[in-house]
């Protein structure tokens, strides 16, 4: 080659789900900062400022190398002024006055605290805020307010499921429900998604995607399973939507976080002696279960592909694979299926991988989703 040439530099490119992002986070002082300020907007219902630094601690992730000087940056997308000035401070002094501000902030400290109960968003941590309230202690002293099923339960098991789930957590969890689900059908299939699948070894919940190979068996499946986990005794919590799944509706146009397949939030009793490497009763002082969050998700055999891209995520993976669909592609992808636009047709697949090929895209494995 030529001296005079320079090295070429592979540009990282505005979209996640172009990059590959492993659970390894070498920039982790500044994608710490930036969740705290994409929170805290979210919290004071500002998306575009939420999404900038979401998108900014994005990028950040997905780099092999930790930025030592503002430098390093020049030729990296999503990474505004304001950015900028919050990684130069951190650069400087190590820590981000605008940071410490927001977490010693009354409104962020409460909000965050609210909504860290199972079954309260950010709307509801709102309303009890300007109320007045700023505990748990003050919620629950309140006779005006009225918990849900859900915010009951997850003040009843608070400890427990605030707590992070472990691999060997989410493993024993796997084993439980394959043996539930087998009780009810040998051809059941069920694989783990979210967090877990992207090879993280801690997460706040563990989902699973469970299914037949029979089109239409699936609805009665996951109604089977509940009631199953419900007579071994470890069913804490049950939500079940069941499904309002319609093809003929689709494509949907608006934005939909949720997804229209049978569904359940759960809460499930799991025992240390289930868990391979666990504590042993003695050391959890006296306690010999945990209570652990569980979602199910259960799609017709013909869109488990588009079910399991959609919930492995992470969140930011997903924005970005269907903003890529729409953007570059003019093709509309949610959890359950693909429509190109210009050809005016959905576009069929089995696998993850089908649906990267239909977009052009290359194929990224789960574990570099970590975006
Ligand atoms: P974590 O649990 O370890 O904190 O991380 P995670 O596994 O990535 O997050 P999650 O909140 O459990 O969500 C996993 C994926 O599921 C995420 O990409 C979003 C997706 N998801 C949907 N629909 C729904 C839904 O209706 N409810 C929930 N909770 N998640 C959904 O696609
Ligand atoms: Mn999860
Ligand atoms: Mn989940």
């Given at each position: 080659a030529d001296a005079t040439t320079p090295t070429p530099v592979a540009t990282v490119s505005q979209?996640?789900?172009?990059r590959q992002t492993t659970?390894?986070?070498?920039?982790k002082i500044f994608t710490d900062a930036f969740e705290v300020l994409a929170e805290s907007y979210e919290f004071n219902e500002m998306e575009g400022p939420c999404l900038a630094f979401r998108r900014a601690a994005s990028v950040l992730k997905s780099?092999?190398?930790?930025?030592?000087?503002?430098?390093?940056?020049?030729?990296?997308?999503?990474?505004g002024e304001h950015s900028k000035a919050v990684m130069e401070e951190i650069l400087q002094y190590g820590r981000s006055f605008e940071v410490e501000k927001i977490l010693s902030d009354e409104r962020y400290q409460t909000l965050k605290l609210f909504t860290?109960?199972?079954?309260?968003?950010p709307k509801t941590g709102e309303k009890w805020y300007r109320r007045g309230l700023r505990s748990f202690s003050d919620i629950l002293a309140e006779p005006s307010i009225h918990l849900n099923r859900m915010q009951q339960s997850g003040f009843l098991h608070y400890g427990d499921i605030s707590r992070a789930v472990s691999k060997a957590e989410a493993q024993a969890l796997g084993n439980i429900i394959d043996e539930a689900v087998h009780v009810i059908t040998t051809d059941a299939i069920l694989a783990l998604t979210g967090g877990f699948r992207r090879?993280?070894?801690?997460?706040?919940d563990v989902d699973f995607i469970v299914t037949t190979?029979?089109?239409?068996?699936?609805g009665h499946l996951l109604t089977s399973l509940i009631d199953q986990l419900e007579q071994e005794g470890i069913l804490l919590f049950c939500e079940h939507q069941a499904s309002t799944f319609?093809?003929?509706?689709?494509?949907?146009h608006r934005f939909e976080?949720?997804?229209?397949?049978?569904k359940c939030f759960l809460i499930l009793r799991l025992e240390?002696?289930?868990?391979?490497?666990g504590l042993h009763d003695a050391e959890e002082g006296g306690r010999s279960w945990r209570a652990v969050r569980v979602d199910l998700v259960s799609p017709p055999i013909d869109r488990y592909a588009f079910a399991l891209l959609g919930w492995t995520g992470s969140r930011q993976f997903e924005r970005d694979l269907r903003r890529f669909a729409r953007m570059e592609r003019r093709m509309l992808l949610d959890n359950h299926a693909l429509f190109d636009k210009t050809k005016k047709e959905f576009l069929a697949a089995t696998t993850e991988k089908d649906i990267f090929a239909h977009l052009g895209l290359e194929y990224i494995e789960p574990w570099q989703r970590n975006a």
């Amino acid at each position: 080659a030529d001296a005079t040439t320079p090295t070429p530099v592979a540009t990282v490119s505005q979209y996640a789900c172009q990059r590959q992002t492993t659970t390894e986070n070498n920039n982790k002082i500044f994608t710490d900062a930036f969740e705290v300020l994409a929170e805290s907007y979210e919290f004071n219902e500002m998306e575009g400022p939420c999404l900038a630094f979401r998108r900014a601690a994005s990028v950040l992730k997905s780099l092999p190398w930790a930025v030592q000087c503002l430098g390093a940056t020049e030729d990296l997308p999503c990474l505004g002024e304001h950015s900028k000035a919050v990684m130069e401070e951190i650069l400087q002094y190590g820590r981000s006055f605008e940071v410490e501000k927001i977490l010693s902030d009354e409104r962020y400290q409460t909000l965050k605290l609210f909504t860290s109960v199972f079954g309260v968003g950010p709307k509801t941590g709102e309303k009890w805020y300007r109320r007045g309230l700023r505990s748990f202690s003050d919620i629950l002293a309140e006779p005006s307010i009225h918990l849900n099923r859900m915010q009951q339960s997850g003040f009843l098991h608070y400890g427990d499921i605030s707590r992070a789930v472990s691999k060997a957590e989410a493993q024993a969890l796997g084993n439980i429900i394959d043996e539930a689900v087998h009780v009810i059908t040998t051809d059941a299939i069920l694989a783990l998604t979210g967090g877990f699948r992207r090879g993280k070894e801690f997460g706040h919940d563990v989902d699973f995607i469970v299914t037949t190979p029979e089109l239409g068996k699936e609805g009665h499946l996951l109604t089977s399973l509940i009631d199953q986990l419900e007579q071994e005794g470890i069913l804490l919590f049950c939500e079940h939507q069941a499904s309002t799944f319609d093809m003929s509706k689709l494509p949907s146009h608006r934005f939909e976080a949720m997804d229209h397949f049978a569904k359940c939030f759960l809460i499930l009793r799991l025992e240390n002696s289930q868990v391979v490497g666990g504590l042993h009763d003695a050391e959890e002082g006296g306690r010999s279960w945990r209570a652990v969050r569980v979602d199910l998700v259960s799609p017709p055999i013909d869109r488990y592909a588009f079910a399991l891209l959609g919930w492995t995520g992470s969140r930011q993976f997903e924005r970005d694979l269907r903003r890529f669909a729409r953007m570059e592609r003019r093709m509309l992808l949610d959890n359950h299926a693909l429509f190109d636009k210009t050809k005016k047709e959905f576009l069929a697949a089995t696998t993850e991988k089908d649906i990267f090929a239909h977009l052009g895209l290359e194929y990224i494995e789960p574990w570099q989703r970590n975006a």
